[in-house]
């Protein structure tokens, strides 16, 4: 299993910036998958995640803000970010599970300047 996140970069406070996640050796629709951020000096923390069923949960900080979908046809998992702010900048990361085993992308760095 590898997910390749990207998307990241640097953007003003209050605009967008969509995160990808192409996964291989798993398929994306029927995985649960997750985002997850670390910031400087802090504990890396769930953003959002969706179940194998289709379910969401995102983490109350970006609650209304952020949307995690998946596209079956890419194998791709996404985390569309609104209304950023500045606190919202870290690392992200995409992860998943399989066979009991954790998985994760190797982070992509979203900069919100304020």
């Known amino acids: 299993v590898q997910l390749q996140a990207s998307g990241g970069g640097l953007v003003q406070a209050g605009g967008s910036r969509r995160l990808s996640c192409k996964a291989s050796?798993?398929?994306?629709?029927?995985?649960?998958m997750a985002w997850y951020r670390q910031a400087p000096g802090k504990q890396r923390e769930l953003v959002a995640n969706?179940?194998?069923?289709?379910?969401?949960n995102y983490g109350d900080s970006v609650k209304g803000r952020f949307t995690i979908s998946r596209d079956h046809a890419k194998n791709t998992v996404y985390l569309e970010m609104n209304s950023l702010k500045f606190e919202d900048t870290a690392v992200y990361y995409c992860?998943?599970?399989?066979?009991?085993?954790?998985?994760w992308g190797q982070g992509t760095l979203v900069t919100v300047s304020s």
């Open positions: 992860r998943t599970t399989w066979h009991s085993r954790t998985f």
């Open positions: 050796g798993i398929v994306v629709s029927i995985n649960s």
């Open positions: 969706v179940t194998s069923f289709g379910n969401t």
